[in-house]
C-alpha cells in the first residue's frame, strides 16, 4: 500500500489569491514597499511550496489526487473539487510558479514609477491564483474555472493602461477572441459529459454517481474499453469530435491559426504582462490541454493531424510576419505564436515530451527576451521602435549580456536550451509514424527565419551607431542625452541573469543522441503519456489517504491505431540520420545569424533596398498579410453594422420601440381630440347638449314612425 504524505495542494493556488485580496482590497492605503513585500511574498511561498514537492514526488504513489468533497452534485452528476499531481502537472508548477516569482521581482523596478501600481500586483497575483487552478485541477469544469480565470486576468493586465485607446482595445480583443475558443472547449465538456455520464447508458461508467469529469474516470474508461474505442468505431467518432473541439479552444488560448491575432495587440500592456502571460504561461495553456488530454487525441487520428497541420503553419506564417516588424515587443510577439506553433506541431505527431520539453525551455528564454526588452524600453523613456535605437552595446552591457543569451537560445545554438528542445520537435516531426517529412520541412524553415529576425533584432537594438536623430534626443554641449542612458536597477537585472543561466543549462536535461545522451526528460514524463487503466492513490479532504487505495501497476496498454507507435519508442532507429538533421538544423541557425549581421551590421542599407525591390509582397508582410483587416472586413463590420442597422435601428428603435411609442402617440392623438371637447365654455356645452337633445328626439321619432 502507497501511504502517501498530505502535500496540501489547495495552498499553492491560495497563497497568490491571498496576496491579490490583500492589495486588490488594501493596496491603495499601504505603502510602496509595502505592497511589493506582499506580492513578493505569497507567490515565492507558493515557488517553495512547489520545491517541497518536488523534493517529495519520487516517493509518492502517482497520480496523486487530493479530493476536498463534491463541488457540483445534481442528481447523478457530480464534479470534485480537488487537485491533480503528476509529472505533467509538477513540470507546469515549477515553471508557473518559479518563472512568475522572478517576473514579479523584476516588475517592482518596472513598474516602480507607474500609477496603480497596488492594482497591478493584485491582477499579476489574481492571475498566477487561476492558471495554478488551471494546471492542478483533476477534472476539466475545475480546468475551465482556471482557463477562463486566465482569460479575466489576461484582460485586466492587457487593459492596465485603460485610459489609452489602443490598450484598452487590445484587452477587449483578447477577451473576445479567447471567447470564441473557449466556447469550442465547453461544447468538447458537454460531450465527455454526455459520453462518460452515469446517465449515458454505457458500460465504461457504473451504477449511480460518478466524477464525470475526473480525468482519472475519462482516461481509465477509454484505456480499460479498447474495443469502444477503437479507431473507426462510434466512440473513436465521438472522441474525434471532442478532439476536434478542445483543439479549437486550445487554438484561441494558445495563439494559433485562426486565433492569433489578440497575441501581438497584448503588448499593449505592460512589458513584464508580456513576459509572464504571453510567454512564459498562459498561452502555454492550451499545449498543457492537448497534453493533458494525450489519450483523446490518440484515438482521433484526424484531430491530431489537423494540430500538426494548424502547428506548423502557425510556425511558417508568424515568423514570416516577424521578420518585418520593428516593434521590438511585436517582433517577440511574433516569434511567440511561431514557437506556440512548434509546440502545437509536436503534440500533432504524438511527440507530448518534446512539445512540453519546449514549453518549459521556451518560458526560460522568452520571458528572459521580453524582460531585457523591457529593460531597453525602461532605459530609453518607452520606446520601442527598433529603428530609433542601436550603438546600446556600450550603455547597457548586462542587458546586452543577457538578451545575446536568450537569442542564441531561441535561435536553436547548442549548447543552449533551445537546441535540444526544437531539435527533438524537428526530429520526432519526422520520424514519429504521426509526423512527415513536410512537417520537418516547414519547421526547419521557420527555424532559418526564427535565427534571422531574433539576431537582426539584436544587432539592430545594440549594435551599429545610435540612430539619434530619428530617436529624437538632443544633445547638450557635453555630447549626451538629455536624458542619459543606463542600464536598470538590480532589481530588475537580477532574474534577467537567472533566466539567462536556464536558458543555457535548461536544456541539459534532455541530450540528443547527437551528443550520446539519455532522454531523461522524456522519460519522466513518459508515465503519463503511457495511459494506464486504474487511478491511483487518492487522498480526501483532510489528507489521510483513502482505505485501500493503492499505486496502480496496471500495465494495461493504451489502444492506439495500429500504425501509431508509443510516444518516443522506436523513433531513434536510424541514430545516423539524427545526426545529420542535426547538424543541419545548427548549420540553419547560424545561416540566420550570418544573414543578419551581412543585412544589419555589415550592409545597413541592403534591407531597404530589398524592401523596396520586392514591392507589394513586402508590404502584405509588413502589414501581416492583412489578416486584421480581413477580420475586420468579414467579422466585425457586419456584426457591428448588423447589430447598429437592423438589432438596434430596426428591431429596437423601429418595432419595438416604434410599437410602444406608437400605442403612446395613438392614445396621446385621441386623448387630444378628447381634451378639446372640455372646453370649460357654458355656451358650448349648451350648444352640445341641443345637439345630442335633438338627436335622441330625431332617433326617437324615427323608431316611433318604424
Known sequence: MTQNPNLNL??????????????????????????????????GLAFLQALWITSKFSGLGLPYIESHGAWVQISSFTVDFGFYLDQLSLVMLLVVTGVGFLIHIYSAGYMWEEGGYY????????????????????????????????????????????????????????FIVNRIGDFAFLLGMFLLIKTFGAASGTEVNPVGAVNVLDFTHIFSSIAGHPEMFAIGTAGSLTLTIIAFCMMFGATGKSAQIPLYTWLPDAMEGPTPVSALIHAATMVTAGIYMVARSSIIFDHAPAAQAAVAVIGAVTAIFAASIGITQFDIKRVLAYSTVSQLGYMFMACGVAAYSAAIFHLMTHAFFKALLFLSAGAVIHSLHHEQDMRNMGGLRKKLPITFAVML?????????????????????????????????????????????????????????????????????????????????????????????????????????WKPAVFSGENKFDAFLSPVFEHKAEPAAHMPAGGAPQTGAVESHDETALAVPSHAAPNGAGEHGNEELEHQLAYLSVAIALMGLGLAYLLYVRRPELPARIAESLGGSYKAVYNKYYVDEA????????????????????????????????????????????????????????????????????????????
Do not use: C
Not at 499601504?30 to 505569497?42: C, G, L, Q, S
Not at 534626443?473 to 536597477?489: A, Q, Y
Open 10 to 43: 489547495w495552498l499553492i493556488p491560495l497563497l497568490p489569491l491571498a496576496g491579490a485580496a490583500l492589495n486588490g482590497l488594501f493596496g491603495a492605503r499601504f505603502p510602496k514597499r509595502m505592497v511589493t513585500a506582499i506580492a513578493w511574498i505569497f507567490p
Open 405 to 509: 543569451v536568450g537569442t542564441i537560445a531561441i535561435a536553436g545554438i547548442p549548447p543552449f536550451a533551445g537546441f535540444f528542445s526544437k531539435d527533438e520537435i524537428l526530429w520526432k516531426a519526422y520520424s514519429s509514424p504521426h509526423g512527415h517529412w513536410a512537417l520537418w520541412l516547414i519547421g526547419i524553415i521557420t527555424a532559418l527565419m526564427t535565427s534571422f529576425y531574433m539576431f537582426r533584432m539584436l544587432f539592430m537594438t545594440f549594435l551599429g551607431e545610435r540612430r539619434e536623430a530619428a530617436h529624437g534626443h538632443e544633445e547638450d554641449g557635453h555630447g549626451h542625452d538629455h536624458h542619459e542612458i543606463h542600464e536598470s536597477p538590480w532589481v530588475m537585472l537580477a532574474p534577467l541573469v537567472i533566466l539567462a543561466a536556464l536558458s543555457i543549462v535548461g536544456g541539459w536535461y
Open 119 to 174: 492594482r497591478f500586483f493584485a491582477y499579476l497575483n489574481l492571475f498566477m491564483f487561476f492558471m495554478l487552478m488551471l494546471i492542478l485541477a483533476n477534472n476539466y469544469l475545475l480546468m475551465f474555472v482556471g482557463w477562463e480565470g486566465v482569460g479575466l486576468a489576461s484582460y485586466l493586465l492587457i487593459g492596465f493602461y485603460f485610459l489609452k485607446h489602443s490598450a484598452s482595445q487590445a484587452g477587449k480583443k483578447a
Open 631 to 706: 477580420y475586420q472586413a468579414a467579422v466585425v463590420d457586419p456584426i457591428v453594422d448588423g447589430s447598429t442597422d437592423v438589432l438596434w435601428k430596426g428591431m429596437d428603435v423601429g418595432v419595438i420601440d416604434g410599437a410602444v411609442n406608437g400605442a403612446g402617440t395613438s392614445a396621446k392623438f385621441l386623448s387630444d381630440r378628447l381634451r378639446r371637447m372640455q372646453s370649460g365654455n357654458i355656451r358650448s356645452y349648451a350648444v352640445w347638449v341641443a345637439l345630442g337633445a335633438a338627436a335622441v328626439l330625431a332617433y326617437m321619432i324615427y323608431m316611433g314612425v318604424q
